[in-house]
């Protein structure tokens, strides 16, 4: 956490325990109810949530927004789309346990089918998850860890990055979360625009561009957007088609 006068001013808030810097004053009564930020709770499996139970009766909900403008206040988590979670009856079954043993003690919460079906869509936008008591209150709510469920639903392992295909370069990039993955060509590494800019397609989280034969000792880099919320990832180095 760092003080930037020039981005958050000379006038700022911190909250005890949170990495937040807040250039206005923030509402400390639905801070104290969670933190979106934390990403206390995992998406281990198309089908199953781990996060800590909450004592007495609650509900369990699943937020997802494309936009990532999901925001936490004393009424509950806004924006996006709200998705009711089942809590199961028992905890993480032998598998799960085995490939994630650091949260055994982790209660557990299904998804329903109609969403299980959306996870290529909601893995790309901001994710949370959220507690309400009886009375309809928010009791917690937190950001949730997505790699188990990317390995279990996107797992490849098949060729990736470049490789001649009949006698043309064929690129491919594993990145299930981005919205957008486009390929430059230069004719020289040190060329400062590029000769082809081509929008890759995505394969179930595999995105991929044939290229031309005649590319041979070009070359390329790819420019990857990952999900809403999160900085656009450039990747500088460039790779020579050869």
Known sequence: MFLDLAEHGREVWIVSGRQNIFTEEPDVDALALGDLSRLQAHWLDAGTIAWRAHK????????????????????????????????????????????????????????????????????????????????????????????????????????????WEDGAPMFRVWAPTARVVRLYVYESCDAQDPLHVLAMTDESGVWTSPGRAEWDGMYSVSYTHLRAHETVLDLVCRLLLE
């Open 56 to 163: 007495g009766e609650h509900r369990y909900f699943l937020h997802s927004s494309p936009d990532a403008d999901l925001e936490l206040t004393a009424s509950g988590v806004t924006g996006g789309e709200t998705i009711e979670l089942a809590p199961a009856a028992i905890g993480l079954s032998f598998e799960l346990g085995a490939r994630f043993p650091h949260l055994r003690g982790l209660s557990v919460f299904t998804i329903p089918d109609e969403a299980v079906g959306r996870i290529g869509e909601l893995v790309r936008g901001q994710l949370a998850v959220s507690a309400v008591d009886a009375d309809g209150k928010l009791a917690d709510a937190t950001g949730l860890q997505i790699p188990g469920v990317l390995d279990d639903v996107f797992a490849y392992d098949g060729p990736l990055g470049l490789s």
